[in-house]
């Protein structure tokens, strides 16, 4: 349960600086580290604690680095996102942790013959997987978790408690997916069918049969309780990487762009495509049918109504204030017609006087 | 697997004009259909395409039908709204396709020995279903379903996998819930039981139990992971057809109005009515114990704060810009009582200026 | 299925005014109530139904009682909160009236060997609980819910179906979860391990494990489908009495303050502290990092993106208005910079006017 600083940099790159037979066994902040663990320094701000630090060694930046004034007899790996080297250290020492999985069907699952379930697949209690479906290697799915007939779910993914994919959905390699997303529902359509008006309207919508399926990319990840419906003709699509937070909604026929991440609540209208390496704030809103560019960047609570075309940050969000206060710029807001128009009137009066006399 | 224009027209309504004979297996778009094909004409600015379609058979509207240069040999179906017309024979082509079925009890489902099942129903695995429970003829209860004690589910409705509808309440004929969506969980009500201010503060809440169900019509759609509570003392109720799409939120003692659609993100506080054939933008929100008249439209992400008492469109959305600029008109927006008082005191200026001199 | 008013006032407290061995059986509003039924006055402007109702007791405050121009016959329990008392009470003939449960384990759960569930706790059909779970005494898992390993659920706590609850989390006595909510999912952090820009752009998002747990108090209420997020490295906390309606999400490393009540569709971004005795209104967004303090209220629809250090009532929400007239007032708000320059320009054109000429 320790790795020696050569083993790390072995594994995660990086290079190291003093023994590479210093042994760490688990991480901790700078100034809480002890000689068996290992920290990191993200923040220049902290540089002074790598000097003082007891841990058995940093990881750290060569800028960061080389601005110390003395390392003493510290170690070091050296890498240029101390952060992100931190966050897979992190795992590791998570999944050596964890209790191993017996591969396998669980007694109570109910998987249909001609589903195709990898050997190294662990199948957990009551889990559902129809007909036709393929499970890949080393995925995961939990208790109650529903996998329809002919989807496909790619090697190393992991589907947590009560996951329900529709039939006809394919989701990439090493995707996580929190409990109780909903993939692969209908999309909302439906065909008014209604003849006369008011009280005397009769007729029905008529339900849009959704078709398409959902196409989910590698390394993604969906948050619980989320809901990515199925596309109604062609499928809903969402590249690699993409990283989708709780209770998020995503309408049919959408595309989000590849590295793309969406915050907790947010809600995407039908037919609407995302560019790549986009910033969603929580509960944004997005109408159907337009797009964005890559790189944009919405602000929290913002909607956005029409196609944006070019990458940069967009905002209609206001923040709380007084109550009584905003009560009356609300009031000025609604009637700021009037507003426009007195300052009219002041500019005519104001031109109608004789100037400089 | 294919059906004459006779035959469709025999089900669907319309009237045949060519051959009567032709037989159709599909749907597709008018530019890619072939002999074997379906195709639609609902929006005349693609009528050109009418003329070079090699499709079997057209849906098409009397009025464009009239409008066509030359129908060559082509087959088509008239009726008033070929839309609804494709949706109705693309969802009898799925059901045609899909997989058949065997009705029954899954080995895994728990139904109590007091429940009535149809004998034309599905259950299935890990389904639950309570003492008393009602399943109509030909419903379907996917994977991991829970109906409690006394609900009534209506013949032909389908409950998607993780489904749960709390005991004593009603669902109505051809109703489809999708997965994880939740159906007469508690009203959220609790009676302030506290003395004192401040730090000095003590007491509790006191949950009012609710003791009403949910009431719901035939034809509804209810999106994933939707819920919709119960009532304190009375249902709250949905009447038919109304369309709701994922993520909305139902309060208590609510009633939705006939043929109503609702989308996703949407929610509604308690004890609200809204009106038949209203419109519910996604991400909308409504104040509890208000009323909307038949035929409001609220648009998407604006909020409602009071009854609205006259069919119509209604609005409270920004559409998004450029951040920086949007925090300008914020900052002024915040101020705009000093732009009033800037434009009083002009008015007072000009008023006190001798006129004319 | 009765009691006497004497056994009301020995379980629940108050002060019996006339006969204590008058028996009631159920609850009936002032106006509907039979002399076997307990009504309540909560509201003054309601106390003249008091003088003419049949009912065969009245919850009263001393005040009201005071207020009464003639008692009759009439009983009373007198108490400084009737509408909590009548809440009480409901409850109490609820709990009579509901099935008993048969303490244990449903055969088709499945329980790891090494929980420890009490004697007196009913574990539903499909539920699953992991090893190293504690379940208290009286506690109820409903069809399908998901307890992780190590995870602790409190004496008397009731978990609806479907809900999951991750390992390593607690929650204490007498919560009441509704079904599907998502408890202890690994909160929504990445670190950027990106380089170059534009289309050049290579790398990805790296998942910072998500090690901390979710720690919730005492008599907690959590909605239907909602999701609190397990913390990055300490517990996400909720503490004692605190109530959450349906479809809120609460992010990693939160902590909601006790007696604090949060709407529905109200979301929570990380690591933001929310005080004692706040109140949250439904579809509130909450950036993350910031602090509430005790005896905040924020109005529905509200957007929150900086700390609030006083008690008070803070809004940013606007009411729906006509459609057309709405945007009228959002066009010149977006210009509303213009009309401040017009304003300038005026004030500045008055100044150089000569004065009293």
């Known amino acids: 349960m320790a790795f020696t600083l050569e083993e790390l940099a072995g594994r995660f790159g990086g290079e190291v600086v003093g023994d590479p037979a210093q042994r760490v066994g688990s991480l901790a902040p700078l100034d809480q580290a002890g000689p ?143 409990a109780g997303a909903v993939i692969g529902s209908d999309g909302f359509g439906f065909a008014p069918d209604f003849q006369g008006e008011g009280d005397a309207r009769t007729g029905s919508w008529v339900k849009i049969p959704q078709v398409g399926g959902v196409a989910i990319g590698d390394d993604v990840e969906i948050g619980a309780n989320t ?20 209770l998020v909604q995503i309408g049919h026929n959408c595309r989000i762009g590849a590295y793309t991440v969406i915050a907790g609540c ?47 940050i967009y905002t209609s969000a206001f923040p709380a204030v007084d109550h009584a206060d905003w009560n009356k710029s609300a009031a000025l807001l609604r009637n700021i017609d009037k507003l426009r128009d007195r300052i009219r009137a002041l500019e005519a009066a104001l031109d109608e006087k004789p100037q400089g006399t």
């Not at 390392?71 to 966050?87: D, E, L, Q, S």
């Not at 419906?229 to 937070?245: H, L, S």
């Not at 037919?271 to 704030?281: A, E, L, Q, R, V």
């Not at 929580?282 to 196609?307: E, F, M, P, Q, R």
């Open 266 to 312: 947010a809600g995407i209208a039908g037919s609407t495509t995302i560019g790549k390496h986009c910033m969603i704030g929580g509960a944004v809103g997005i109408a159907g049918h337009v797009t964005l560019a890559d790189y944009v960047i919405v602000t929290a609570k913002s909607g956005v109504s029409k196609s944006l075309t070019k990458a940069g």
């Open 36 to 178: 068996q663990q290992l920290a990191f320094l993200a923040n220049p701000k902290y540089l002074a604690q790598v000097e003082t630090t007891r841990a058995g060694a940093v990881l750290i930046s060569p800028d960061d680095l080389a601005k110390l004034v003395s390392r003493g007899a510290r170690n070091f790996i050296v890498t240029p996102n101390p952060y992100a080297y931190f966050a897979r250290v992190a795992q590791a020492f998570i999944d050596l942790a964890a209790p191993k999985l017996q591969p396998g069907v669980h007694a109570r699952a109910s998987v249909d013959p001609t589903a195709k379930v990898a050997a190294t697949a662990v199948i957990g209690p009551n889990a559902t997987v129809e007909a036709g479906a393929v499970i890949g290697e080393n995925v995961r799915l939990d208790a109650n978790v529903f996998v329809g007939r002919g989807t496909r779910i790619g090697a190393g993914s992991h589907l947590y408690p009560g996951v329900a994919v529709y039939h006809g959905c394919r989701i990439g390699e090493r995707a996580i997916v929190h």
């Open 227 to 246: 809901t990515i419906d199925r596309g109604a003709m062609a499928d809903t699509v969402i590249e690699t990487c993409v990283k989708i937070d709780n």
